[in-house]
């Protein structure tokens, strides 16, 4: 999944840039890239030695769920109300229905794994409150 992520995003970008068309898709793409900073820092951490459950790695960790959160995921249903509503047809009449429908794929492959990776990390975040909840009274929930 994520080659497929970087393919797709590398195509999407030279499409646009070779068309001079949705140079804000492009760019929200690129600017998606600012929460792997923290997904690189936290995994230095991790290869140098900290756990998980260190404070640094876990202040990491949750800066990264929210830049995340913030750059690529509640974006998303503006960015796909826009395509269907209004850049879709502006792009088929500019390139044609195969830009269109490429752009398309593009789209709809980036929001179901930004949408699946959200996902797993809420899932793993819910995980990692729940076993500090369990550590601090010892009992189970």
Partial sequence: ?????????????????????????????????????FMNVRQVL??????????????VSLSFFALFSAVRVFPLPFLVYKWINHEFVSIRDEVGWGGA???????AT??????S????MVRKLVGMFSKTEKQSDGKEK
């Avoid at 991790?46 to 202040?59: E, N, P, Q, R």
């Avoid at 980036?110 to 949408?115: A, F, S």
């Fill in 110 to 115: 980036n929001v179901m794994l930004q949408g």
């Fill in 46 to 59: 991790l290869t140098a030695g900290y756990k998980s459950s260190d404070g640094i790695v876990t202040v």
């Fill in 1 to 37: 999944p994520y080659a497929i992520h970087h393919i797709s995003a590398s195509m999407c970008w030279t499409f646009c840039a070779s068309n001079r068309i949705m140079q804000h898709l492009a760019s929200f793409l690129q600017f998606n890239e600012l929460s792997t900073v």
């Fill in 101 to 107: 429908g490429l752009l398309s794929l593009f789209l």
């Fill in 117 to 120: 990776w959200f996902a797993l």
